[in-house]
């Protein structure tokens, strides 16, 4: 009986040893932790995401362990493709900013699984600066960028604040480029395009759209 349970002990034993298992699943919470603390802070004060974050403490070490599992196996890995093909995910991942994330968790913790800890810390810090470079620059990136706005008035009173509307728009855009106009039920909607100013107050735009055209109201769209 006790040859038996030893017998079928020795049976589960996997060919990884347990320190190494304990080490590449600690480097992989490790990992998981950068990710997670990186992406708070270069983009969860957006608040426009899926919030995949919650995932990364659980889903790092879960994939770094699911590759330790079929790393010397084939049919193992196969099984797993099977089974994920099963997957389906009911919040749809709402910025592409997002799948880099979730990119880099998975590439992060294949580098645990794999012994590869120095090349995974150096894409953690090539991210990390590249990021870092890109959060710097953000006012002065947003300069040479291009927004499209539309405005949207009653055709009778267009003809009457065409001008002082013109005027306004000229004041306040640099690049203001009309680049379509159109009449749709009785209304004049004018698209234009105009390089992107970092700090632009559109509340106050609109407040003084609305005095220019008065009594005629003018909904703005912007892009």
Same mark, same amino acid.
């Given at each position: 009986? +006790? ?9 589960? %034993?996997?060919?990884? #040893? +347990?320190?190494?298992?304990?080490? *590449?699943? #600690? ?23 899926? #919030? @995949? ?17 079929? %790393?010397?196996?084939?049919?193992? /890995? ?16 709402? !910025? ?10 998975? *590439? ?7 012994? &590869? ?17 890109? +959060? ?11 927004? /499209?706005?539309?405005?949207?008035? !009653? %055709?009778? *009173?267009?003809? $009457? ?6 005027? @306004? ?7 203001? &480029? ?12 004018? %698209? ?11 509340? $106050?735009?609109?407040?003084?759209? &609305? ?13």
């Amino acid at each position: 009986m +006790w040859q038996d349970i030893v017998s079928v002990w020795q049976g589960m %034993q996997s060919s990884l #040893g +347990w320190t190494e298992a304990l080490i *590449a699943i #600690g480097f992989s919470v490790v990992f998981s932790l950068i990710v997670y603390f990186m992406y708070q802070l270069f983009y969860g004060s957006r608040h426009i995401g899926a #919030g @995949v974050n919650r995932m990364f403490l659980m889903g790092g070490p879960a994939i770094t362990v699911l590759f330790l599992g079929i %790393q010397t196996s084939i049919p193992l /890995s196969l099984g797993l493709l099977g089974a994920l093909s099963f997957v389906r995910f009911r919040t749809p991942v709402k !910025d592409p900013a997002e799948i880099g994330f979730l990119l880099l968790l998975i *590439a992060c913790s294949i580098g645990a699984s794999s012994g &590869n800890f120095m090349v995974t810390a150096l894409l953690l810090v090539g991210v990390f600066i590249i990021l870092g470079v890109k +959060w710097l620059l953000r006012d002065r990136a947003a300069l040479g960028a291009r927004g /499209s706005m539309m405005l949207s008035l !009653d %055709q009778a *009173a267009f003809d $009457a604040v065409e001008s002082r509307v013109k005027g @306004v728009l000229a004041a306040k855009f640099r690049g203001l &480029n009309l680049e379509s106009m159109s009449v749709v039920d009785g209304r004049v909607n004018l %698209q234009y395009q105009f390089k992107q100013k970092a700090g632009f107050d559109w509340t $106050a735009f609109a407040s003084e759209m &609305n005095r220019t055209t008065a009594p005629a109201t003018v909904e703005i769209f912007v892009g």
